[in-house]
């Protein structure tokens, strides 16, 4: 059984910079597609972004160019590095980790959350000044 433990996230002012993390434990990451999804009040939960077995990455449009995700192999961690925030970016963000579509290939579309096995606690973003 994968654990998946969110970090960062809080209170940001429109144009600053916050990184989520998402340690795993017992197992290696390395073996999951590790995605990360977000949830604003009142909206369905919207896939932003992942990262494959082989490093490929995908991006929501609404963040594409503005989020990063990478894996730290050597702590076990997915990083999301989100930079030039907006209002809009305001929700519950989720990791989350997909091992039975793990070894499909690059050209699957991992974004739909059913996908997914383990979830990690969730983490409060807020963009506002």
């Known amino acids: 059984q994968l654990k998946l433990v969110q970090s960062g996230g809080g209170l940001v002012q429109p144009g600053g910079s916050l990184r989520l993390s998402c340690a795993g434990s017992p197992l290696s990451l390395d073996y999951y597609v590790i995605g990360w999804f ?6 369905e939960r919207e896939g932003v972004s992942y990262i494959t077995r082989t490093g490929h990455t995908y991006y ?3 963040v594409k160019g503005r989020f990063t995700i990478s894996r730290d192999n050597a702590n076990n961690t997915v990083h ?11 929700a519950v963000y989720h990791c989350a980790a997909a091992g039975r579509i793990a070894y499909y290939s690059d050209s699957y579309n991992f974004s739909n959350s059913a ?7 969730g983490t409060q973003v807020t963009v506002s000044s």
């Open 80 to 90: 999301l590095q989100m930079n030039t925030l907006k209002s809009e970016d305001t």
């Open 115 to 121: 996908d997914y096995d383990f979830w990690g606690q």
């Open 38 to 43: 977000r949830q604003a009040p009142g909206k």
């Open 60 to 62: 929501a449009g609404s």
